[in-house]
């Protein structure tokens, strides 16, 4: 939705800072599973188009039938790498895939094919800003490639659990980064970074309602000073970065809670609920895991080269760290603008498109993007790639604010009709005769009918009662149906008013 | 190493193999008379070896990011045991 | 002509000398008449045969013969061992987990003799997952082996191994993951070829132990061997493991080789660890007859040492029980195969469809296998096979720098009676000691009949480097052409 993956983060941090501040200092991992933006799924040739009819898009593959083999989707592999790229990480020249082997219903085969000893991508980091502005180094541990598995519904029938498969080998890239993060807001930021970037390079589309993006933290405390970590526990089921955050402050509060009191905190998996804003244990009997994980027979080594590496480094975007940079220093954003624009590609595209013949200025587009344009997508549900208003037909109204041809107030109502897709700024202007008025002879005699017709309250301000001059702005702008321009109004009449 | 039928029973809840009790003091004899037989690997000298995972040492090979797979959900669950609405069924799952 | 070996049944189909429905109704009345006893199939498919033949006739006819469509094998009765899936016909694996499963598609090698014309007269027996070598694991029953009805055909292809021995069919497919295709074929007298790991696609094949896993031939001698094979191997982009190099010509490199002293200066290895004790002395006596035979056409033979050839065994039943127990967990009674009762649970779903659904053997390298890879115990087991298995791969290569070809005994018996192993585990498994080296390896290997001892076949075992089968092939090819063991019918069956 518009409104998670364009809007800044206006995250609180009252509880965090309390937790922070007390004996506890909190020490956060995330585990991001970004699903790549492929067309078919990463060991077959089955759609991962989201929504279908269960089980249309399971082929033999994705069902595990007896006798089936997976085949590695080149685009998986691509995307990996991209992403390595893109977080100057390591690239495993040589990875191997390997076997996770569990029971469970949505799991057709009886394990996942995933990554374990030698995964695709190896160390990296992001850059994140934090709330006092501070840049902030986050370490990446790996990421590696995996297959999705299948959905399992509960509630469509009364005591049995129906499987769709749909989603089953979608492919997955599993992003672990260090437990480098110190708060939920700091988590909250480094998730926003992963999804910019993912979104940026065109490896995910960052859907988190349809489980695009997932989340799962690792949250532990530990006392101030102390070397080891805590015992940690682990949050999935984090569909949204509001969610993240109060989950994670949620586990913070209950984590110090339990230290406290002298117990200790249980490792375990718990599951965020979204309606109690709580997180709750995922499992009333601990299950020791032994996955037994070991290569996977039926696949190879994947084998990376530097030849292919430089071709994908080469074909590359302009990275959003790179291009806020480029921002703030040739349009003179500030920080936080340059950062808003840059959080996503589209949006900064959108942005240069704007600008990009100089008519329009950097300040002035980036005003009417990140407010006007957004609080009205933001309304309608709208992602930047659907806005009614395309760039060009933005500029087209931005251009006409610059040369003085409407006002910013006649330009938002413009705005309203374009969106509703009444035609281009300059036929709008054109038909309602909205053109600014900046003849000076027809200003003046608008202003010489509304002395004229306030005697008294002339004289009070001639008198020094300053604060009138408003009353007087009003009355010559209502007199121009608001064509006036504002800024040579305001100048003839503190002239045509002094004493 | 032998194993103990208790050990057994892991391996055999692991597995999700159903076993009863007189079965698993069997299995646990004869995994056993296994376990003796593959031990005699334990003699050999594997310092520095690279363990071998596949024949040959070819690379993976990748197929192109192309859908051609279409719905055939109809023959594809023919064989299911248990289907409704296009779905699986299964026993209920308590998350 | 129901005696006649693929090769002349397909002349026979080309001059049109008989029709491919006439052969197919002699073949499917062979069944009918004899497997009551011996067991060897499990499904017959007697309606879709005859039809599949009436259309191959066709097109013999249209085409005035086989060759001239550059079928060879059009028109040909075969049998498919029941571990390939077959689209619309039953594809049980010799389980009961299968017992109910109709497959949805065809295995790349069922789809590729498909092409090539040949009719599919049904499913051959087989050990339950292919784990086995006496087919006495298969839900279906045992198979009796042509040769002695009281003992086995071997495994787990034994029930393709019985049919073509019986004279049900002149060739059929295997599978050979440990030496199920060359010990069938050794015990049953016939020729029997794994190839190169990645040579045939293992699509659509069941897996047991997917690094292992190889499909071939089983027939009656290298010449039939050589024209299947050109059939089943090729390139499958849906095998990620199946090798991308073209087929050889594997048939007319044999009629090329057709000559005296065709052997002159091949390379025959003899390891000292084959011929060591556990080795039948009739057998040993056997292969170094044979050997001498093929020094007589021209070869070369010399001692060669394979140091860890002791270690096969113990590495195979760690490498191919792991695989085997993570392929194996799809069968969960979810999406198809066999399904409990009312189950109660989940787990319950799971343990009673797994625990009703396999056989005491598959389970058995299940929990193997499920240990082996278990936390704490992996580096032990599973980590070590894999570097024995690089040892073995190593001497291998080491042997191949001196010699082209090395031979063996196939098995360290013949034939042995039902039931004369089943209590014991670590017997039966010594009993694929020959043959589980080149599955370790990846290499092709290649079992021919060399003598009878006490009425029973004898196997001789050819193995080769890398996609050198057609050396293998060769070699067979010019012992057959000196020798008539590998004509010699089991007596109830002539
Ligand atoms: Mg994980
Ligand atoms: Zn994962």
Known sequence: ?499 | MSLTPEEVEKIAHLARLGVDDAELAEYAGELSKVLGLVELMNAAETEGIEPMAHPGHASNRLRDDLVTESDKRELLQQAAPAVEKGLFLVPKVIE | MHDKNLREVAEHLDSRSISSEELTRLFLQRIDTHDAALNSMITVCAESAIQQAQVADKAIAEAGGTLSVNKPLLGVPIVHKDIFCTKGVKTSCGSRMLDNFVSPYDATVVEKLADAGTVMLGKANMDEFAMGSSNENSYFGAVGNPWDQNRVPGGSSGGSAAAVAARFCPAATGTDTGGSIRQPAAFCGLTGIKPTYGRISRYGMIAFASSLDQAGPMARSAEDCAIMLESMAGFDPRDSTSVDRPVENYRQQLVDAEQPNALQGLRIGLPEEYFAEGLDPAIATAVESAVKELEALGAVVKSVSLPNQHLCVPAYYVVAPAECSSNLSRFDGVRFGHRCESPVDLEDLYKRSRGEGFGREVKRRILIGTYALSAGYYDAYYLKAQKVRQLISDDFQQAFSEVDVIAGPATPTTAFEKNSKTDDPVSMYLNDLYTISANLAGLPSISLPCALADGLPVGLQLTANYFDESRLLKTAHSFQLQTDWHTQCPPDYV
């Open chain 1, 1 to 499: 939705m518009a409104s998670e993956n364009s809007s800044p983060s206006s995250t609180g941090t009252s509880a965090t800072a309390n937790a922070q501040s007390g004996a506890w200092e909190v020490v956060i991992g995330l585990e991001i599973h970004a699903q790549l933006a492929t067309s078919s799924k990463i060991f077959s040739a089955a759609s991962t188009a989201f929504g279908a009819e269960p089980n249309t898009q399971a082929c033999a593959v994705d069902l595990g039938l007896p006798g089936v083999l997976p085949v590695l989707n080149r685009e998986a592999v691509r995307m990996a790498v991209c992403f390595a790229l893109a977080t100057d990480a390591e690239i495993g020249r040589r990875s191997v895939f390997a076997r996770k082997n569990y029971f469970y219903p949505d799991l057709p085969k009886g394990y996942q094919i995933s990554q374990m000893a030698l995964p695709i991508v190896g160390r990296g980091k992001v850059e994140i800003v934090l709330e006092d502005g501070q840049k902030k180094s986050i370490g990446l541990t790996r990421a590696h490639l995996e297959e999705d598995a299948g959905k399992s519904l509960h509630d469509e029938f009364n005591d049995m659990t129906g499987i769709d498969l749909n989603r089953a080998g979608t492919p997955l890239l599993e992003i672990v980064s260090e437990p480098d993060l110190r708060s939920a807001a700091e988590a909250v930021a480094y998730a926003r970074k992963i999804h910019a970037l993912v979104r940026y390079i065109g490896i995910c589309d960052g859907n988190m309602q349809e489980g695009s993006f997932r989340c799962d933290a690792n949250v532990s405390l530990r006392r101030w000073g102390q070397q080891e970590l805590g015992t940690r526990t682990e949050v999935k089921n984090v569909n949204s970065f509001r969610f993240l955050e109060r989950a994670i402050e949620f586990e913070i509060e209950r984590q110090a809670d339990v230290l406290e009191s002298g117990q200790a905190v249980i490792q375990e998996t718990r599951l965020y609920d979204a309606d109690r804003d709580e997180t709750r244990s995922m499992r009333s009997k601990e299950e020791a895991n032994d996955y037994r994980y070991f290569p996977d027979p039926d696949l190879l080594p994947v084998e990376i080269d530097d030849e292919y590496i430089e071709s994908l480094r080469a074909g590359l975007p302009e990275l959003p760290d790179a291009r806020a940079q480029r921002y703030r220093e040739d349009y003179a954003l500030s920080d936080y603008d340059a950062g808003v624009l840059t959080s996503d590609r589209a949006t900064a595209d959108y942005f240069e498109a704007v600008v990009t013949d100089g008519r329009v200025s950097p300040k002035l587009a980036n005003n009417w993007l990140a407010g006007e344009v957004f609080a009205r997508l933001n309304r309608d549900n709208l992602e930047l790639a659907d806005s009614p208003v395309d760039a060009s037909a933005l500029a087209g109204l931005l251009i006409r604010i610059e040369d003085n041809t409407i006002s910013g107030k006649i330009a938002k109502q413009l705005l309203d009709d374009m969106w509703a897709g009444k035609g281009s700024a300059d036929d709008l202007i054109e038909a309602g005769g909205l053109r600014q008025i900046t003849d000076t002879g027809a200003l003046e005699s608008m202003i010489d009918a509304v002395i004229e017709e306030n005697p008294g309250q002339v004289a009070e301000y001639r008198a020094g009662k300053d604060k009138l001059l408003g009353f007087f702005v009003g009355k010559a702008m209502k007199a121009s149906q608001g064509k006036a321009n504002p800024a040579q109004l305001n100048e003839l009449l503190r002239q045509k008013l002094k004493p």
